[in-house]
């Protein structure tokens, strides 16, 4: 397939996550052309000179407002996702945009239909999907070898020590944006079943001072889907020893694992034993994906087709992470019908 | 320590697991003496034979009259534990049960008072805490590197495919008799902590047909401890690729897990990629474990010291299978201050 | 850094090792541009037209002679390369090229004179410097976590079953193009000392019907060096489980290992075992290092620094590997100042 | 089989690995019975106090005269082997002998003559054949998974840091006690060939200040087997990570690996990494494999079977170690056929 003419990318939202899939846009992805920076603040300036692009702009409307972009990569703060999509679609761009798209089903469902109204192409940064070892476990599951999947572990943990600022962190963080990642990862791991009833518990116990605010840091979900599985999700956002995520499907037919946090296959036998380097970060450790996830987004945009990961499954993660929400604050089990009934009234 | 004269053992229960036990005890057991077996069945005159054991009984009661019995090994089902201890310690006997010692939070209080009172050693059959791995983990956890525990995990999956005829397995199997080496394992590897609270899920995943009369063969468990501990235990009747059993326990200072399912460190490196032997008995995987809780059984009986785990362990798993019992037919948490104020009443 | 404007490579040679070069210096290495193929073959059009390469020439005169064109990728058969960075470096075109650079060593001392003299950078392909693992083993050789090196393995086995024709395979390939990839990893991986002496072993035993012309297609080399250390370097043209490269260095402080054949960091658990799946092709194990040692090379030419492996390193790996050759055919150790010595005469 | 009555052994040499083999012995192996001690030194008195052994001596003498002794283990310094096995065989004992059961060829025939024309077993404490990992590679090969043997490897590296005084080390203590356990392994594992040629490198790298009295401490050594098979074995006094065995046998159908040197399957993730605890001894990693050539040396004893490591695989395993010593000091290959003719003059 031509790689000509390239597929015209904009960034909007120059902080950390956003200015590393400027990189990789920019430098790494065949086919693809960073070609303007928005964000209101200086980084966006620092970021544009960095990899030499031409456009800087302090609004997303000035961005949107520029033909020659093909797409918009929206890496703002959870909480404008949405609209920043809707804005996106009603200019005919593609949107790639991170997790969470949205964090109300109506947010989601509006954001879905703009973008089909508009016939862009919408694609959801749920990276796991594109980690080799998540790619090949859920290609064993499609080839039969786990049988039908019984029990699923998903975990996500962030590298620490943790060090930010509790009050800074809007409530709901841990569901709708770090365990968010593992709900989507459980829904690919278990292919064609769909979400039913969700439990949570989460706790204050990496900083405890803070739980009377509403501070959560910890928590462990399960989730039960209408194929009779039953799934766990576990978040931290205190691991120690780095960036920790992993996945396993247990099925009738056997097991599948992915994760192992190795930073390399370096291997050291010292005085204290062996030891293993792991990855300090998500940028480092999911780095393969994050850049397949661009790959794919770009050869979407190019040829026509759907995204590899939809507005709907965006839905499908956010609705298991509301119905978490719910569980965490009432300790009693919550189904989804209620949550999607709730969004219907 | 001299280890004369022996600890002379009796055996009661020659089924599988009795004859694992009873061969252990009867060659691998320094300082340890099988002198007698008791079973209704001819099992234990095939037993006896083999390993050379003079004494055959079918009744318990003649085995317990046997004046050179210091000890008795009871490995009958589950449901005849609790009388069997209390004949034992009726008749001046050390005990080791295994699990579960009792299905009832009475029973388990009549067992441990009947050792105390006959001033006898008890020791449960929590062979996981004698595992190399567990216990590495556990010293591990008490040298403070894991920091204060967060998240645990305790997974039992028994190797498969499962081929026995559910109408014959009782209720409450998966809890009380699977998942109960889970509870201690999580209650030994969070010392100090006290269970508090307690959801189950579980389903008859491996064989829907016998649902409708109550088999469950898949649970995941939740326990959230007096520290704020959230732990997870999860159990399956059929794992195909062996016995599965595995910890981890993530803190605030780092992570351990135990387990490996390896049957040896041999790799093969095939067409097929690299493979590892898994190992496909309890009684393979964890022969030292078994080899290592009659050691200390034997010890404590020559010593006079407590048994390394205790009537008292046996109570706290059992509370939690059975708070577990009741949250899977009720889809609620259940507190274990409301299960034992049930037996008080 | 500004990648601006792009670094122009053009290919000579598209085979199966030009071709992935092509592909990732076309699509995936920020800041360079491969603006033209050479190939005798229709070999060139096909990957041009794949890559979108405007320029295709049936002669490296052609492409040398292209102002546009700052460097060129030689990936031509082995006995060509000499030749080839002689002409490039005659046109004043940076050089990458791969191994062997050349396959006497007054051919090295002529392309190593020949770039200093035209004041190109030259560059040889030794992958493996560039593969994680290994480079973070010499990261930890470097920080001294491993002291002094004592014992050094390197290990390469090609992806089998072997299927090529034993007669197309020039006599000496085992050392001149396989194992010179180990001769060289050993130097790396024990940084500051010299090859002293050489013995070798090599046999036909995958086909050792062929033996008799020559053929030979298993070899074992250990290789002395200036500091003690002593080295074993080990090759098969047929490894049924996939590309197998290794590397230990064991020292007085500990000891370090790299590469594990993985392709992924996906596990599986069936009924035959664990399986773990391996790589098939150097193409997948090393893609990263590929990417890695062509980054590093437009690097080198622009900013005008020394490249990262240099023609001194490739001589000195060809210096081993004919000492290996002739110390296969002598059944003696051979010192490699006897074989210095022979090319000065 | 019945295990009665006892096999009632005694231990000459009661030093570390002699303590070690006569705790297993009287503890651990089923029908086995510990009934003497002999050594000159109060370690006899100490080792049989601890163990509950009656009969201690000073003298081998006086152990061999004792009638209700079948079978000793001998586990004094390696150049009084030969002298005592023939002493035990002329009084009808049984022998189990450490390795080198002699240290020259003539001495090696001495012994296997004495112990056939006594009609005793004599069994050669090769411990790595009864190893798991070991064992199951064994069974692999047997079972066609590695298909024709190509290239082996085999590694010893004792726990460090080296803390001997290297005047005490007799010459050739490498080659005739350390790497004469991988020469063993290596026929054990390339069953069914021969070894042909040998070529040893070693050095005093640990202490260089010892190398002028011969002290040697590292050694590589290249045997070449007459079905073409080319393996290496790797020795050093001082691993700082602890004690280190591994093999692995590469062949026409695949690979196979032993040893991964865990002291449990216990892992930590920490700040530093993921770390595994490695065992320090090879009392604590062997630990079953010392305790499986028990168990065989008394089964062959009770049964009459001939032992599973002969005094012909001692004698094969010292022609190697004989061949090493030699080349190392000529620096040339020597062929095993010079070393038996050697010995028939």
Redesign the interface.
């Known amino acids: 397939m031509?790689?000509?003419p390239p597929v015209r990318l904009a960034l909007v939202g120059a902080g950390r996550i956003g200015s590393n899939h400027a990189e990789l846009v920019?430098?790494?992805v065949?086919?693809a052309e960073l070609v303007a920076v928005a964000d209101p603040t200086p980084n966006a300036e620092r970021l544009a000179a960095d990899l030499?692009v031409a456009v800087v702009e302090r609004s997303v409307e000035a961005v949107l407002a520029q033909p020659d972009v093909d797409g918009v990569l929206i890496t703002t703060p959870a909480r404008t996702h949405t609209d920043l999509v809707l804005q996106a679609a009603a200019a005919g761009k593609h949107v790639f945009v991170e997790k969470p798209m949205a964090v109300t089903l109506a947010d989601a469902d509006r954001a879905i239909a703009a973008a089909r109204d508009a016939g862009v192409v919408l694609q959801v940064g749920f990276n796991r999907r594109f980690a080799?070892?998540?790619?090949?476990?859920r290609a064993?599951i499609d080839a039969g070898?786990v049988?039908?999947p019984?029990?699923l572990?998903s975990v996500t943990?962030d590298p620490g020590p943790f060090s930010a600022d509790p009050g800074q962190i809007p409530p709901g963080t841990i569901f709708l944006e770090t365990l968010i990642h593992d709900f989507d990862a459980l829904c690919f791991l278990n292919p064609g079943a769909r979400p039913l009833r969700v439990?949570a518990?989460a706790?204050a116990?990496?900083r405890?001072d803070a739980k009377h605010s509403g501070h959560l840091d910890?928590?462990?979900v399960?989730v039960?889907f209408d194929n009779?599985?039953?799934a766990?999700a576990?978040a931290?956002f205190?691991?120690?020893?780095?960036y920790?995520v992993r996945a396993e499907v247990?099925g009738?037919?056997?097991?599948?694992?992915?994760?192992?946090?190795?930073?390399?296959?370096?291997?050291?036998?010292?005085?204290?034993?062996?030891?293993?380097?792991?990855a300090r970060r998500d940028t480092e450790l999911l780095r393969d994906a994050y850049l397949a996830e661009f790959v794919a987004f770009t050869s979407a945009i190019r040829s026509g087709t759907p995204a590899p990961v939809t507005g709907e499954d965006a839905r499908t993660a956010l609705s298991v992470a509301l119905a978490a929400i719910r569980s965490a604050s009432t300790?009693?089990?919550v189904k989804l019908a209620d949550i999607a009934l709730e969004v219907a009234s």
């Open positions: 031509s790689l000509n920019a430098r790494h065949p086919g030499g080799p070892g998540w790619a090949a476990a064993a070898k049988g039908a019984q029990l572990r943990r439990t518990l706790d116990l990496i405890p910890t928590a462990v399960t039960e009779g599985a039953i766990t576990e931290s205190s691991a120690l020893y780095g920790d247990f009738s037919g056997g097991m599948v694992t992915a994760g192992d946090g190795r930073a390399s296959d370096m291997t050291y036998y010292g005085p204290d034993g062996i030891g293993i380097d792991t300790g009693a089990a």
